[in-house]
């Protein structure tokens, strides 16, 4: 079936099985391999995406929901539509070592972005409660939770700006 | 020109860019042009006999091109999976060593044994084509856990394995050991289980293989720790492939934590099935399928034995242990339990006497090899629990009793009666700053707290140390290693002065690329920017043991720092040329070869471009170029440890343990990059909290299934699991490595089980609960207190 929808603000169509997972077109038919796959049972987040502006695991999700929507990947997450920057999420991530192997990185960062943006002011127990969807093995969870808070502070004080 | 970052400071790391930007490059991103997929079909058994596969079926669907069984590599003469590590008993027999086909021939002896390799134009056809297969299994009964298989009348997995034990080992006095008990004033005992565990990085194993007919070339791309063993295993005892003509590539690896460190059938299947498909073929494994094919690690039953005397001294240790090996030898798996484990035994302590005898067992379950820590944590969490129970059963403060058998500092280096000599440490030095930086003193307020809103709070330590940097090669070889375990670095100087170093070790999270050239910046004085490290390509890197054990930077590094001094001693060399000096009035310091007492000066650049382009160089006595390699072996292992103070509340309610606060002080000797080493003990901490709190394999008695087969049957540490740990450092540098480093990948590892549990039993001790067994989850808490006289209030 052909498919359009908007890829990291670029409008993008497709030809693709209907059975065709979200996280299989991205990876292998569309060469975005920044979204990773961990598990089979939904349970590691490392194929977490925006849908929408909203976080989902790509893992389970059929191509056919993309038809008309809005996905955004690791690969399209930027300081600002065009720059070359990276993400105040992904800065934050770098400066307070929020990542190790970088397996999970990518799916954390966009749980990440997902609850700053639904929740400003995030408490540590906000964080540790959002992140339950996403499995890291490396880092023990302190560097990301740190780097959340941090990477949530940057992101409102950009919005005042 | 950036600036110069060495040792001590903390630098972002070079590696995040692109993880971080979703542009790593993990083997299940990489495609070949005209790649095929292969899907490996499991034994559903955990004990059969093969008597037959029909295949025809499944090489009629649609984009099959091929269906291998262990038939084929029989037919082929490929060689078993090899074992590098062979112990012996107390006589000096030589463990049993039944052959580990890659492909199972004649049986299956866990679920997940490899029966057939289904190569297709699709991962979706290949899938379907296994289905197709009809293998026709005679089913055994199964035997799976350690006690049941030694006892007479036991399944038996192999034929000649008596009792299905592999080594009955032992180290130590034994006759030195019942003489102290016999004068002991107070014995503890206590009866354990290591729980077993399975390591789960988040990537999952994977491989890529491709034959190039044109020059006779095979590539492996594999999900490794150590691309250089697999060649040299693979090619020269499995396949029969000359190491020239063999390439190993480990790219970016999603973690690894020992699972990655074996040579798995999967690399040999698919290499040898990609010369006779004549195309790439690729293989990724789900995460169901790596739940019961990643060799697992732990599973050992303990009994063990304290002797003291009427203060408390320790006198004897002994300790007797069944270790489960699983269905086959994994690559190191007999040396975990046994070399790894009993030469730990003395701890931090002044026992003058220790006797360990293990069992080492084989099983219908997956092969069970090094995991994080591998037989230190089980060596610590014995120790460190027994000590907790003579202190009770005593009436002696568990610091107290610690205190009093502690080596002090100045009786380092000092010589255990279990093989290994600490070269240096201050176990009391670690204990002292954790326990004010766990505020123990204000421990009983925050008791009170606790049991006002009904919770019972507990306290637990771990005093604990560990080897690392596998090496030394002499060592390991009387312990029956196979091979060498040293490591190797060059250091390529370009003409420009910037550095590419190629080393034998393998970053897959421990943040290498950085260390390692703040190593160089240091030591040559060159821009932090301008170093690069290559690593994990058999065809790039001469040659390396890969990283596991703690290794890396204390052999790996130290390599590196050898031949950094090679690079300024020829550089010396070419600057004393130049400068028209005796070499020896040549001084080397922050990037400039000068001559002593005058400002007559080269830029390391200067001289590196002396070397590349020779028209002024002392072509009669020096070769050009600035290219040196070192090779490392160290004399010792490192010792590094530390003290872990965990903090827990207990719901009665529930059950459920929280671990409300975790304090670690650990003695790694020096720090290189201190973000990346607190990064390391985070990680190793929550691995450890995972064992004692969460995370357990069990399988089915009579089938041999494997129950905690996917993330939603074993439980994962998550983000909500932990409190923010407290973790420093307590240097003493190592005596032996070149930096004084001692290692800290597994150290968060191998205190933590103990602390958690020491704490769940402290905090339940006024029950009479004196062990709690792994994992201390809701239900087992639960179902102790139901058996426990609950009091009306918690005190």
């Keep these: 079936?052909?498919?359009?929808?908007?890829?990291?603000?670029?409008?993008?169509?497709?030809?693709?099985?209907?059975?065709?997972?979200?996280?299989?077109?991205?990876?292998?038919?569309?060469?975005?391999?920044?979204?990773?796959?961990?598990?089979?049972?939904?349970?590691?987040?490392?194929?977490?995406?925006?849908?929408?502006?909203?976080?989902?695991?790509?893992?389970?999700?059929?191509?056919?929901?993309?038809?008309?929507?809005?996905?955004?990947?690791?690969?399209?997450?930027?300081?600002?539509?065009?720059?070359?920057?990276?993400?105040?999420?992904?800065?934050?991530?770098?400066?307070?070592?929020?990542?190790?192997?970088?397996?999970?990185?990518?799916?954390?960062?966009?749980?990440?972005?997902?609850?700053?943006t639904e929740k400003p002011d995030l408490t540590e127990a906000d964080v540790r409660h959002g992140l339950e969807g996403n499995i890291c093995r490396c880092t023990g969870y302190q560097n990301i939770v740190v780097s959340v808070m941090a990477g949530a502070a940057a992101m409102n004080a950009a919005k005042g700006e | 020109m950036g600036n110069v970052i060495g040792i001590g400071a903390s630098p972002k790391r070079k590696e995040d860019q692109r993880f971080l930007?979703?542009?790593?490059?993990?083997?299940?991103?990489?495609?070949?042009?005209?790649?095929?997929?292969?899907?490996?079909?499991?034994?559903?058994?955990?004990?059969?006999v093969l008597r037959g596969i029909d295949r025809s079926a499944a090489l009629a669907a649609p984009g099959v091109i091929a269906v291998l069984t262990g038939a084929d590599a029989a037919a082929d003469k490929l060689g078993s999976l090899p074992c590098g590590w062979g112990i012996s008993d107390a006589k000096g027999v030589p463990m049993k060593e039944p052959p580990f086909p890659m492909l199972a021939q004649g049986k299956v002896r866990f679920v997940g044994d490899m029966v057939a390799f289904v190569i297709a134009e699709t991962p979706e056809q290949a899938n379907a084509a296994a289905e197709l297969l009809k293998i026709d299994y005679e089913v055994l009964p199964s035997v799976v856990g350690v006690l049941e298989a030694f006892r007479p009348g036991a399944p038996q997995l192999f034929d000649d394995v008596p009792n299905n034990i592999c080594c009955d080992w032992e180290l130590g006095d034994k006759a030195a050991v019942e003489s102290a008990f016999r004068k002991a004033a107070h014995v503890a005992k206590l009866s354990l289980v290591n729980n077993r565990l399975i390591g789960n990085p988040m990537e999952p194993r994977a491989a890529i293989a491709e034959y190039e007919p044109g020059t006779d070339r095979f590539t492996l791309w594999t999900t490794s720790q150590f691309p250089h063993v697999v060649r040299f295993l693979m090619g020269a005892l499995v396949l029969n492939i000359p190491q020239h003509k063999l390439r190993v590539v480990a790219p970016d690896v999603g973690g690894g934590f020992g699972v990655k460190q074996f040579h798995y059938g999967e690399e040999a299947v698919i290499t040898w099935a990609a010369k006779r498909v004549m195309r790439p073929i690729k293989w990724v494994a789900s995460r169901s399928e790596g739940y019961v094919s990643d060799r697992h690690g732990r599973d050992?039953?303990?009994?063990?034995?304290?002797?003291?005397?009427?203060?408390?001294?320790?006198?004897?240790?002994?300790?007797?242990?069944?270790?489960?090996?699983?269905?086959?030898?994994?690559?190191?798996?007999?040396?975990?339990?046994?070399?790894?484990?009993?030469?730990?035994?003395?701890?931090?302590?002044?026992?003058?006497?220790?006797?360990?005898?293990?069992?080492?067992?084989?099983?219908?379950?997956?092969?069970?090899?090094?995991?994080?820590?591998?037989?230190?944590?089980?060596?610590?969490?014995?120790?460190?629990?027994?000590?907790?129970?003579?202190?009770?059963?005593?009436?002696?403060?568990?610091?107290?009793?610690?205190?009093?058998?502690?080596?002090?500092?100045?009786?380092?280096?000092?010589?255990?009666?279990?093989?290994?000599?600490?070269?240096?440490?201050?176990?009391?030095?670690?204990?002292?700053?954790?326990?004010?930086?766990?505020?123990?003193?204000?421990?009983?307020?925050?008791?009170?707290?606790?049991?006002?809103?009904?919770?019972?709070?507990?306290?637990?330590?771990?005093?604990?140390?560990?080897?690392?940097?596998?090496?030394?090669?002499?060592?390991?070889?009387?312990?029956?290693?196979?091979?060498?375990?040293?490591?190797?670095?060059?250091?390529?100087?370009h003409p420009t002065g910037q550095v590419t170093v190629m080393i034998g070790t393998h970053n897959h999270g421990q943040g290498h690329e950085t260390t390692f050239a703040q190593i160089v910046s240091e030591k040559l004085g060159v821009a932090f920017e301008n170093v690069d490290i290559v690593f994990g390509d058999t065809d790039r890197v001469q040659f390396g043991m890969g990283t596991y054990g703690s290794r890396s930077l204390v052999v790996g590094g130290a390599a590196l720092s050898k031949a950094t001094d090679k690079v300024v001693a020829k550089g010396k060399k070419i600057a004393a040329h130049l400068l028209e000096a005796a070499e020896v009035d040549i001084q080397f310091k922050s990037g400039k070869f000068s001559v002593a007492g005058t400002d007559r000066a080269k830029t390391f650049e200067e001289i590196a471009g002396a070397a590349y382009v020779p028209h002024d160089y002392p072509l009669e006595v020096l070769e050009p170029g600035l290219e040196e390699q070192a090779y490392y072996d160290p004399v010792n292992f490192t010792y590094p440890g530390g003290c872990h103070i965990a903090e827990v509340e207990v719901d009665p309610e529930t059950g459920t343990v929280t671990l409300v606060n975790y304090t670690a002080v650990d003695d790694v000797g020096t720090v290189i990059n201190p973000m990346i080493v607190e990064g390391q003990l985070h990680g190793g901490i929550v691995q450890g909290v995972g064992q004692a709190l969460f995370e357990n394999a069990v399988y089915d008695e009579s089938s041999g299934q494997l129950l905690s087969g996917s993330l939603m049957d074993y439980c994962m540490p998550r983000a909500d699991h932990m409190p923010m740990m407290k973790v420093a450092t307590h240097s003493t540098l190592c005596t032996h490595t070149p930096m004084g480093v001692k290692g800290c990948g597994e150290v968060g590892t191998i205190g933590s089980p103990a602390a958690v549990i020491n704490a769940v039993v402290d905090a339940l001790s006024h029950l009479g609960v004196t062990h709690v067994d792994m994992p201390a989850t809701p239900n087992r808490i639960w179902r102790l207190l139901q058996n426990a006289s609950l009091p009306v209030a918690a005190e």
């Design chain 1, 1 to 116: 079936m052909q498919i359009s929808f908007t890829l990291n603000g670029r409008p993008t169509t497709v030809e693709v099985e209907p059975a065709t997972l979200v996280a299989e077109l991205l990876r292998e038919q569309l060469s975005l391999t920044g979204t990773h796959i961990g598990c089979d049972t939904s349970q590691c987040g490392a194929c977490v995406v925006h849908l929408d502006g909203l976080p989902v695991k790509s893992c389970t999700l059929l191509v056919p929901a993309l038809d008309g929507a809005t996905l955004l990947t690791i690969e399209g997450l930027q300081g600002a539509p065009g720059s070359n920057r990276m993400h105040p999420m992904q800065e934050a991530f770098r400066e307070h070592h929020g990542l190790q192997c970088g397996f999970c990185t990518p799916g954390m960062l966009m749980t990440a972005v997902a609850l700053a």
């Design chain 2, 21 to 48: 930007t979703g542009r790593g490059n993990y083997v299940s991103d990489i495609k070949r042009p005209g790649m095929t997929a292969g899907v490996f079909v499991r034994s559903p058994h955990g004990h059969a």
């Design chain 2, 300 to 493: 050992h039953v303990t009994e063990a034995e304290l002797a003291l005397d009427e203060t408390g001294k320790f006198l004897a240790f002994r300790v007797n242990t069944l270790a489960n090996m699983g269905g086959y030898l994994s690559t190191f798996g007999p040396n975990i339990p046994t070399n790894l484990y009993g030469p730990l035994l003395g701890g931090v302590y002044t026992t003058p006497a220790i006797y360990c005898n293990v069992k080492v067992v084989f099983t219908n379950t997956v092969p069970v090899d090094a995991y994080r820590g591998a037989g230190r944590p089980e060596a610590t969490f014995v120790l460190e629990r027994i000590v907790d129970v003579a202190a009770s059963e005593m009436g002696i403060d568990r610091v107290e009793i610690r205190r009093r058998n502690m080596i002090p500092k100045e009786a380092y280096p000092y010589q255990t009666p279990v093989l290994v000599q600490y070269d240096s440490g201050d176990p009391m030095g670690c204990l002292d700053g954790a326990l004010v930086a766990a505020d123990v003193k204000n421990f009983g307020v925050r008791k009170s707290a606790s049991a006002s809103k009904g919770k019972f709070r507990g306290l637990g330590y771990s005093t604990y140390v560990e080897a690392c940097g596998l090496a030394p090669s002499r060592f390991a070889g009387r312990l029956g290693a196979r091979g060498g375990l040293y490591e190797s670095a060059t250091v390529r100087v």
